[in-house]
């Protein structure tokens, strides 16, 4: 399992060389140099022995001399404490050498008189005495550092045997600290604070020895040390010699308790607040690396973190984050370098930098180990997923290595509880799969092997003893090539198909879909492809759809790479294939159909046109889901899946990709337009209807009736039927579909037009016979509105036999809707139905034609009417050559003075060009020429009702003939105008 590029094969599964962590933990603890005292620290002298022998011979008295001698020896010389040995020399103390058989050397030593006279003290059997001399002790200098650790190596050992009175002393130092700090003022206060710095940092010192000399004692007063601890430490400045000190007591402090066996049944209560004390010398600490405080920080963590009760989440979180922070920012490696190069004696920087981070290891190992769980296993890569994420390669490195070594560990030496499957997994394998693109060769590596470490433990977790075929072979691709890599990413998402849950493989998709954005463009790139290949394999689970579309809406506006963009229209597509009813329920319930960034969703689904039909029928479908008033309040989702379906088509109208489709199913497009249109009439969903502006649809939001309605008049529009769109808004059509009272008849002279133009007869007429088959009432009034006007129709017949139609129109005789009744009866009585009718509807016809022509006929506009009305019902069976006969006359009537006339003759002109019939359809295209200009000139009478004109630049000459006429008009807008036509050619 090598990494890519790679000719050697290595295994994740390679044993460690190093300790158990918590043998190692408490190795390399001990092995801390804490600077107090050095030969002190660990082992007794090989004089001590000789030395308390002779002073538990000794008189109180004589121990007193002794005491008093050292005090004042080490009062007296204190001003050379800045040096590590000095040469001078004291009668009193060469006597005291030579009686206790000492090298008189020693007296250069000065750690020796403090050990000496901590071990005298220890050895004193008079409390009084012990007191008297303590104080003395802590009446010294506390300057230097060397005193400082001194004096607490001297306390520390008294503390043996004389704890209780130590710690009385100490109580009594801080209390007088804090009330002389109190009452000082403010100049006194910056006069005494050096000193009582010092002075803190003494009392810390003395808290470690402490508890590094009362062994089996120390645990009844660990929270008291503790407590003190973190006081010294909040109350004084955060300066390097505070740090220090707290750092050797708490060193010092943590040795003596994994020492002491006692201490694992033992609940303590102050650990707690001494992590977060060592947590904010973490934080302060400058971003380079000099010393091994970082390191000597995270290993007293780690022992502390071995004590009960176990650290919390939130302390653990904190823990986490500050030691990673710590760690991972430090600079590059050859960076360190350079900062080492300024600093005095500084160690060797590798190996600095490897205890550093072998210390931050031995955390993580630790806290598996207390709790190994796949639970905690994800807890920690949680806190570790931020540096995965950023943006400086050698941040990634270290992170991806203590990854690698952690889940190493885990899957080597521990056995985790087989009851957790934790859905955050998945995420993280996704993290860690996306740096397999890392331009870092190690990182890459690493990369790989956490991947398959988390796969190995996910397979451990279900039970699974022998791994599957797509493991085995994605585990030995190791080329470069392509098509394996290609090979090896397919074989991955199958395994991660098959043994991730739902959840977690859930989890995985959604941290592909959040690093489409990214502007790591590898790390992009390959999100992207994984993405697609998961959709594109068969069996994506319905369940998944809803958060993955929601997912790659929210990253849309963020993405900017084309071929990002056109992954995800495939994959979008792959899902609608799979899944269409989710899909399209999913986009529906995202956001308004008018936002911009759902537009690319539906545009992808129209890259099939299966799919593409799919949709259109989905959103028919629930177009139609329209509760009763009576429950239209509770049932608001229900409303808004119709509402949010009615404004999707609407956008769709105008989506060229969806053209073809809307094309397909512009009838029941049509139909479901009408109906939903005459339910928000019946709701009172109103608002907005009438106030917009016609050409500034943009300008506010639409209510749902003005969007149906321009849904309507889109559908004729962008289907190239815009002489069925220009007809009705002529007549002023569209208006009637404003209320419920005008309705129908909106509905009569839409299909009036439609049956005019020929605009999609035999769909809508199959549509409108459905229609009135349904329960709706509103599907009953629109289906029979729209096919009596079809009976009129030439070309009905040849779509819908007389049988079907019969026993359609007789089932809207049984309606409850009385209009519907009774516009069945008159469709039963059209002469598409009753063909014998025509014949006396033409006899009619022909009787009144011969008063129409009368040339002082009383009422010529209400006999227009009549007319007009025989030729609707005549219909398909026409008139024959008395249409000629009829246009002349009217032609006449285009200039009358009256406006009812002139109105009603351009009316039955219309319908007599109409119903001519195609014998005659050259004749009447004549007549139409003659009326051209009239027509067009009357546009400017405000009586006048227009109709429709075709242009005819072919018969200019007749054309301005017909213009010199209007000159004569009585009407001066007609004559203005005719004027303008005149003066334009």
Known sequence: MAPVGSTKRSSPRRKANHPLPRQEQELELNNLDVGILGEYLNVNPPWEDMVVNKIKNMLVTEQGLVLDTICLFLEKHSQFWEKQEVSFRDASVQKLLEFLSLDPRKATDKAFFFH???????????????????????????????????IALAVG??????????????????????????????????????????????????????????????????DNIASRMVYYFSCGPCDEILKSSFLSAAILLTRSLQAEYGSQRYKFTQIPELILCLLNILQKEPNSLTTFLRQKVILVIVGLSNLRPRFKPLLKSQVLKTCLQSVYMLPPSKDLKEDLLSVEQAPNTTLLYKKTVRALDLLLQNFISENPSMDEVCFLLQHIEHWLKSDKIHERSRAVQSTYLLLQYVVDSLKLAKEAVPSMLGHQIGVLTLLWREKDKITQQHSHFCVYLLMELVFQQKGKLVESAQWSKMKHFESNVFREWEMKLYYLVKVFKEDLTVAQHTQLILTLVHNLSTCNHLRCDLAAKLLLMICVEPGFRKEQVAELLQGLFQELPNIHLKNVQQTISQATLALGIQHIQEVVEVILSLCQPSERWILPLWKALAANYHVAREVITLLYIRLRLRPPRSLLQSTYRARLVSLMAL???????????????????????????????????????????FDYQE????????????????????????????????????????????????????VTLLARAMAHYNCEIKAVMGQALISLKSNE?????????????????????????????????????????????????????STLMRPKKATLLRSRLMELLDNFLQPEFQDPAGLMKILG????????????????KIAQHLLSLFTDERATVREGAIFLFGDVIHYGGKKLQQSLKDLASQAAVPLLLNMADPCQEVAMLESNVGNYQQFLSQALMCLDSSHTTVKLAAMKFIGTQ
């Open 116 to 150: 000496l006279y901590g071990m005298i003290l220890r050895e004193c059997p008079s409390v009084e005495q012990v007191q008297s001399h303590l104080a003395s002790l802590l009446d010294l200098s506390h300057q230097h550092a060397r005193q400082r650790e001194g």
């Open 157 to 222: 050992l008294a503390s043996t045997k004389h704890l209780e009175e130590v710690w009385a002393l100490l109580e009594h130092l801080g209390r007088t600290k804090f009330l002389r700090s109190a009452v000082m003022s403010e100049d006194s206060q910056a006069e005494s604070s050096l000193r009582w710095k010092w002075v803190s940092s003494t009392s810390l010192l003395c808290y470690g020895q402490i508890a590094k000399h009362t062994k089996e004692q120390i645990l009844p007063w660990v």
């Open 647 to 689: 404004g999707t088509i609407y956008e769709l109208l105008y989506t060229k990709e969806y053209r073809d489709t809307v094309c397909w199913a512009f009838s029941g497009i049509l139909l479901g337009l009408l109906t939903e249109l005459y339910y928000l009439l019946e709701m009172g969903l109103v608002q907005g209807m």
């Open 695 to 746: 050409d500034d649809l943009g300008s506010k939001p639409l209510g749902p009736c003005r969007i149906c309605m321009e849904a309507l008049k889109g559908l004729f529009w962008t289907n190239e039927y815009w002489e069925v769109f220009a007809d009705v808004k002529l007549i002023q059509g569209w208006e009637l579909f404003g209320q419920l009272e005008t309705f129908p008849r909106g």
């Open 777 to 829: 009432e509103r599907d009953n009034i629109v289906g029979i509105c729209i096919i009596i006007e079809f009976l009129n129709s030439p070309d009905a017949s040849h779509y819908v036999s007389w049988k079907t139609m019969y026993n359609s129109l007789n089932l809207g005789l049984s309606s409850r809707n009385q209009m519907v009744r009774a516009m069945s009866l008159k469709g039963l009585s």
């Open 869 to 884: 009305h025989l030729l609707h019902c005549l219909g398909v069976q026409g008139i024959g050559i008395v249409s000629l």
